[in-house]
């Protein structure tokens, strides 16, 4: 089962909105991702999470604010957004071992701020 | 520096035909690992493929084909006797240890069109 879940499927928010997005795995996997992809490009990552710890922050506004309450559960706090942060969200996760890992994807948040 | 080239921005074939997905990468480590993913319409990234740089053999899976030659540092795509249902956003990515941990780096995606 290679199954990433990604809850809510669309989500359109003002802009003093304050919304999270979430992501699901029961693969066992300990380290997640968090990805934004604007049309016809490919994914930037975000954030990563090691083993339930932030490893990677790739200078992302703190207007997002990721959370990993346990090893199958990544969130993503929205607050004050902007509409050019509205995009396709995806949620990743991996086994954790580094460079042999592949990254599973769930099926992405596409969030519109107005 | 790690880079991914998808020279084939935009590729429209008719149904039944045989298309070759181009991927070129840059990469000064000696180990690393190619990835080719799948995005369809719905937008879901599908894993396609894993191939390890010590690892030339190429792979059949299907009508799904993979030509790996570091000679050329290419890692080629190739699906026959295509479908509309092939018809999907396509990336090469390319990761390797030392590079952060294991960040993807993706090539800018080739569009691939079947038309019945």
Redesign the interface.
């Known amino acids: 089962d290679t199954e990433v879940t990604q809850t809510p499927k669309h989500l359109v928010m003002g802009m003093t909105n304050k919304k999270s997005l979430k992501c699901e795995q029961h693969m066992g996997h300990r380290a997640m991702y968090w990805y934004k992809q604007k049309a016809k490009k490919p994914p930037e990552l975000m954030f990563v999470y090691s083993y339930e710890k932030l490893s990677i922050n790739e200078s992302v506004p703190s207007r997002f604010s990721p959370e990993c309450p346990n090893s199958s559960l990544l969130n993503l706090h929205l607050h004050a957004l902007q509409p050019e942060d509205s995009a396709l969200y995806l949620c990743a996760s991996s086994q954790g071992r580094g460079g042999t890992d592949t990254q599973y994807f769930g099926p992405g948040t596409r969030l519109t701020v107005l | 520096a790690q880079k991914v080239t998808q020279a084939q921005t935009e590729i429209s074939v008719v149904e039944k035909e045989d298309v070759t997905l181009d991927c070129v990468y840059e990469t000064r480590d000696t ?3 190619l ?1 080719w ?1 799948k995005q369809p319409p ?6 396609l493929i ?1 191939r ?1 740089s010590f690892d030339e053999q190429n792979e059949i899976s299907g009508r799904y084909s993979w030509n790996f030659q570091k000679s050329t540092s290419s890692f080629n795509f190739t699906i026959t006797a295509s479908q509309v249902v092939d018809s999907a956003v396509y ?1 090469c990515a390319l ?3 030392r590079n ?5 780096i ?4 080739t569009e691939l069109s079947v038309k019945p």
């Open positions: 180990t690393y690992y990835f993913y719905s937008g879901e990234l599908v894993f894993r390890n990336f990761k390797s240890e952060q941990g294991g960040k993807l993706f090539g800018q995606g």
